[in-house]
């Protein structure tokens, strides 16, 4: 099946410092990924839909300057919390599409939890 | 906010038990999605059906759809410890250039040995 991985899987970090994360698809080639956040016991909200080769769609109250992101291959994006503060500590999730293989599916990566300091 | 609402927010079933878990949400849709997440880890997809569908079984699993009432049930039959897990329902929604999903708040289902 479809494999997405993410790394770090957790990472802390000082405040004020940036933290890169990074979100590959194994398998397969994703034209779109999609970067989520999940505070405890909550629900995923979607960050930004990134496109291959163009810029990121950020979902409305996401700070674009704040939250990088950046798809550069069909098989990376990568999202970049920039001077992270404690506010920022959560659990981000990536994903994957496979629309263009006749799927409606995302798959998903594991997370990765971020501690800032 | 689009974003779905699922009852019960938690769940404490036996072994062997059927667990059952509902989702609504408020747009048209093209299709419905489960996914299940144990504590701390990613989304593991589990069914789509599609909003010309009104049921589908996958296993243990069978969801149901009903459009007009913009609600979705997943039922877990025969259910075992391990299916211990948070499960969330998602619709699809058209964004600027391509669909994405939008989660409902989830349902944290505890099977107890």
């Known amino acids: 099946g479809a494999v997405v991985s993410q790394h770090p899987s957790w990472v802390i970090c000082k405040s004020g410092t940036s933290v890169k994360i990074e979100c590959r698809s194994l398998?397969?080639?994703?034209?779109?990924m999609f970067w989520y956040r999940q505070f405890p016991k909550q629900s995923l909200m979607l960050m930004a839909t990134?496109?291959?080769?163009?810029?990121?769609?950020?979902e409305q109250g996401v700070e674009k300057d704040k939250f990088l992101i950046n798809h550069a291959s069909l098989t990376l994006s990568t999202l970049t919390v920039t001077s992270a503060h404690p506010e920022d500590s959560s659990f981000y999730i990536c994903?994957?599409?496979?629309f263009g293989g006749g799927e409606d599916t995302q798959y998903f990566g594991p997370g990765t939890r971020l501690t800032v300091l | 906010s689009q974003q779905g609402e699922e009852d019960p927010q938690a769940l404490s079933i036996q072994e062997g038990e059927n667990a059952t878990m509902n989702c609504s949400y408020k747009?048209?849709?093209?299709?419905l999605q489960w996914y299940r997440q144990n504590s701390g880890r990613g989304l593991v997809h589990l069914i789509l059906?599609?909003?010309?569908?009104r049921e589908k079984h996958s296993g243990r699993l069978r969801v149901t759809l009903d459009t007009s009432k913009k609600s979705s049930s997943l039922l877990i039959t025969a259910s075992r410890a391990a299916d211990t897990a948070s499960y969330f329902c998602?619709?699809?929604?058209?964004?600027?250039?391509?669909?994405?999903?939008?989660f409902g708040s989830g349902t944290r289902l505890l099977v107890r040995p």
């Open positions: 994903s994957a599409d496979t």
């Open positions: 398998d397969f080639q994703a034209t779109t």
């Open positions: 990134s496109n291959e080769g163009s810029k990121a769609t950020y």
């Open positions: 747009t048209s849709i093209n299709n």
């Open positions: 059906i599609r909003s010309n569908e």
């Open positions: 998602a619709t699809d929604a058209l964004g600027d250039s391509s669909y994405k999903l939008i």
